[in-house]
């Protein structure tokens, strides 16, 4: 792909998902690899042709010593020479580790409360790119997701924009080279120990060896399965709008909904309720509609009932006593 054509491609995807109007501003997530390098590259390039200003911002996780505190000054040496104003976060993640939480989950929980406070009013744009999004459907297969897992990344949600989501890593890499780029490399994202890691480097390697055109072919599916997914949102969002009951929603329109409706519209009550929903507890709440009584408790707080032919989340305070040893 030439350089235009990765401009085109990256306009034509901002179009097409209203990604940017004019007057807004974008706020690269810049790591310093590749992606995010020819992401801030390129916004800053169609930026005066689609009226939007451009700025970055960097999270030194100070996991990697003073490899870390390189790609920091990277990041502030390309914003300079781009007349990009950068935000940078020197941390250590290490000091925000809550237990049973993974260095790696840690570590997104602090960089997205960052990108959150400084991109307000603002489009984050982080540089997920085809291969990612690949990569993410292979896992969520893997782990036996449903219909939007294998969507892939969505090309919007909230305020997050994601420019590259159609061009491959390959097309990324050459027009770094094409336009004389410079970037760093993460020595963590080379190795084999991490899921996701496998997936890249061994995974996708071996299925695009037995078809070359692996990474279109997963693309035309999953812009089908987002086509068939955003359907089922639409409906089951109506027929919840129908069902609507007083504080809550009617347990006979529900029941009488297909199951891939259902389900869609009881994900989305437990989410109003602030209740995150996984399977299990779409299941559980699934039971009690079905059964048409009935109360379960899928989190602190929170309790979902069905109660005279409608069914709400309410909160409860709950107390939990020590069982003493009186012996």
Sequence with gaps: ??????????????????????????VVA????????????????????????????????GLRGEESDGDMRFCQELCGRLGVELEVLDTDV?????????????????????FARVSEGARLATAHNSNDSTETMLLNLMRGTG?????????????????????TRAEVEEYCAENGLSYVTDKTNLSTDYTRNKVRHILLPEMQKINGSFLDT??????????????????AAQSLEAAKSGCGYSVDALCTLPRPI?????????????????SLR??????????????????????????????????????????????
């Design 147 to 167: 219909l939007k897992g294998l969507c892939g990344i969505p090309p919007v949600r909230g305020n997050i924009i994601r420019p590259l989501l159609y061009c």
């Design 30 to 61: 810049l790591s310093g690899g590749a992606d995010s390098v020819s992401l801030l590259f390129v916004l800053k390039e169609i930026s005066e042709e689609l009226c939007f200003t451009v700025g970055a911002c960097h999270v030194n996780h």
């Design 262 to 278: 259902r389900t869609r519209a009881i994900r989305t009550i437990l989410m109003q309720g602030g209740i995150e929903p996984s």
């Design 218 to 235: 997963a693309e035309r599916v999953r812009r089908n399965l987002c086509e068939d997914s955003e359907l089922l949102e639409s409906m």
């Design 1 to 26: 792909m030439s350089t235009s054509n990765f401009s085109e491609t990256v306009k034509n995807t901002i179009k097409q998902y209203d990604m940017l109007r004019s007057g807004d501003r974008a």
């Design 94 to 114: 290490r000091s925000f580790q809550k237990k049973h939480e993974s260095i790696e989950e840690t570590a997104r929980r602090v960089r997205y409360d960052f």
């Design 282 to 327: 779409i299941n559980m709440t699934e039971e009690i509609l079905l059964s048409g009584k009935g109360k379960i408790n899928p989190c602190r707080g929170k309790f979902v009932t069905v109660k005279k032919g409608v069914i709400f989340v309410e909160e409860q305070e709950q107390i939990y006593k020590k069982h003493l040893d009186r012996s």
